[in-house]
């Protein structure tokens, strides 16, 4: 198991916890993890793109001048790709991007992240961060509190009373909290920290083993 400190939200050490090894404490597969992450970025694609065919294009299917004898190049059709408001050839359509990625491959790319940050001291671990109102100073007063001035990933238990931070940390650009459930690749090697509660920490320790 390993060990690590838990802080109260004045960056303040009140004890020390044990995190499961089977999470926090694995050879990190760098595969795993570009899989998780190209995965999730597929899954944002719209897919939305559409261009015109030949079939739905405007304009009349018939031979614009006769075959033979003008000295032209022949030509069937005022829709065909090469015509000016033509269609257009071998365009993109409607697709979607998702990229399938297997349950085991998903929960050893979260585990591989997570190890990556502990590994790099970039793992914090505190008490709580229950907010007795909804206020962005004391988002901010608790992420000057532990140095955090870049991206910071929070991380709750579900059972948490965390309503009112999550609402405080809305507005700050480089703050995101999610419950365990919630926790994908992308956001966790997005960030430069990440903070657990200790609730979540071991939530972790027992969903992701």
Request: positive net charge; aromatic residues 8%; proline residues 2%.
């Amino acid at each position: 198991m390993s060990k690590i400190d838990v802080f109260n939200l004045e960056a303040k050490k009140v004890k020390t916890i044990e995190l499961s090894d089977e999470v926090f404490g694995i050879e990190p597969n760098q595969q795993a993890i570009y899989d998780a992450v190209l995965a999730y970025q597929a899954g944002l694609r719209q897919g939305t793109h559409s261009t015109l065919t030949r079939a739905f294009v405007s304009g009349t299917g018939k031979k614009p001048f006769r075959q033979k004898g003008t000295g032209r190049a022949r030509q069937g059709s005022t829709r065909a790709t090469q015509w000016r408001h033509g269609a257009i050839a071998f365009g993109p359509h409607p697709r979607k991007y998702g990229i399938k990625l297997n349950r085991k491959v998903r929960r050893l790319a979260l585990r591989s992240a997570l190890s990556e940050k502990l590994l790099g001291n970039n793992l914090t671990v505190v008490e709580n961060i229950s907010f007795d109102e909804i206020k962005t100073k004391k988002a901010v007063k608790l992420m000057e509190a532990f140095g955090f001035d870049r991206k910071t990933l929070f991380v709750a238990d579900a059972q948490e009373d965390y309503d009112n931070a999550y609402f405080s940390m809305r507005n700050i650009p480089n703050a995101l909290l999610v419950s365990v459930s919630e926790l994908n690749v992308y956001d966790i090697v997005n960030a430069d920290k990440i903070v657990f509660t200790e609730a979540a920490a071991e939530k972790a320790g027992e969903v992701l083993a």
